[in-house]
C-alpha cells in the first residue's frame, strides 16, 4: 500500500479534509517562530522574513483549490466511456439516441441504456403577480417538464444516468464475472442529493442489483433541513444498496480516489461525482 493508502487507512475522518492546510499553517507558524528569533537580535532580519508572510497566507487557499481540483479530477476519471456489451447491443436500439441519429460514426462506440421518455414536453404557463395596491400583471413563461421523464424517477439526472449506468453496466457483464469482490459505484451527492436517488432507481432498470452489483450512496455534504431533502434521504436508505451516514463519507470517497488503478476497471469503486460531471455523464446533457 502506498503512503497516501496508509494514511487515508488510519487517519481520522475530520483531519483527513484537514490534513493539507494544517500542514501548510503549521509550516508558516515555524517560519514566523523562526523570524521572532530575530527581533532583539536583528530587526532587519525579522522584516525579510516577514516580507514573505502575504505569501504564505495565499498558499493555504491554494492548496486548498489544488487539493480539491486533484481529487475531483480523479473521482471524473473513474467512470470511463466503454463499448457497449453483447447484451446492450442486442437489447438497445441505438437510433433512439439523437447524438447516434446525429452522428451515426458514434454507433457502438459507447454504452447507454435508455431510461426515459424522450422528448419531454415542454407546458405553457401564466401567473399573475400582484402589486401593492396595483392590479397583478400577466406573466407567461414555459416550462420544460423533465419531471415527466420518467415513471420511476424523473428530473435531468436521468439523462446524465442514461451513459454513467449504461457504461457500468457494460462494465459489469464484461469483466464483472469472477472477481472477488462486486464491482462498486459510489455516487456523490448533499443529504438531499437527487441524483442519489435516481442512481438506485434506476440502477435496477439496468439489471444492476445488489447481487451482481454494489451502488452505494455517499451524502457528505450538507443540505437544508427541508422536506424535500429529508424525503430524497430517507429514499435513498429505503432502496438496495448501502447508504452513508448524513453529512459523512469522505473516508471512502477519498479511499477511491487514491486507490491504484490497474487491470479490469471493473476492480477499481466508480465514483460518480455530484451532478454526474464525468465523461459519460455530459453526453447526456
Not at 120 to 148: I, M
Not at 155 to 183: I, M, S
Request: proline fraction near 9%; aromatic fraction near 8%; charge should be positive.
Amino acid at each position: 500500500m502506498s503512503p497516501m493508502g496508509k494514511l487515508l487507512g488510519k487517519a481520522d475522518l475530520r483531519r483527513e479534509a484537514l490534513a493539507l492546510p494544517i500542514l501548510v499553517a503549521s509550516s508558516l507558524l515555524r517560519i514566523l517562530a523562526e523570524g521572532l528569533r530575530y527581533v532583539g537580535a536583528d530587526r532587519a532580519a525579522l522584516f525579510r522574513w516577514l516580507r514573505w508572510a502575504p505569501l504564505g497566507l495565499l498558499a493555504v487557499p491554494l492548496a486548498n483549490f489544488l487539493a480539491t481540483a486533484v481529487l475531483f479530477e480523479r473521482l471524473g476519471r473513474s467512470i470511463p466511456l466503454r463499448p457497449p456489451s453483447k447484451r446492450q447491443r442486442a437489447e438497445v436500439d441505438e437510433q433512439c439516441n439523437p447524438l447516434i441519429r446525429a452522428f451515426p460514426a458514434l454507433a457502438r462506440k459507447f454504452a447507454w441504456r435508455p431510461l426515459g421518455i424522450f422528448p419531454t414536453p415542454v407546458h405553457r404557463f401564466a401567473v399573475s403577480l400582484a402589486h401593492e395596491g396595483a392590479e397583478g400583471e400577466a406573466v407567461e413563461f414555459w416550462a420544460k417538464r423533465e419531471d415527466l421523464v420518467s415513471e420511476s424517477y424523473g428530473g435531468n439526472k436521468v439523462r446524465t444516468l442514461q451513459y454513467v449506468l449504461g457504461a457500468f453496466e457494460a462494465c459489469v457483464e464484461e469483466d464483472g464475472a469472477g472477481l472477488p469482490a462486486k464491482p462498486r459505484l459510489l455516487t456523490l451527492g448533499s443529504g438531499g442529493s437527487n441524483l442519489v436517488v435516481a442512481a438506485k432507481v434506476h440502477a435496477a432498470a439496468c439489471g444492476l442489483n445488489p447481487s451482481v452489483a454494489s451502488i452505494e450512496g455517499l451524502t457528505p455534504f450538507p443540505d437544508l433541513p427541508e422536506m424535500d431533502n429529508t424525503l430524497n434521504y430517507l429514499s435513498s436508505l429505503s432502496l438496495p444498496g448501502s447508504q452513508a451516514l448524513f453529512d459523512a463519507g469522505w473516508l471512502p470517497i477519498l479511499r477511491a480516489a487514491f486507490q491504484r488503478r490497474s487491470g479490469s476497471a471493473a476492480t477499481w469503486p466508480w465514483v460518480l461525482p455530484p451532478g454526474g460531471n464525468c465523461p459519460p455523464g455530459v453526453l447526456g446533457q
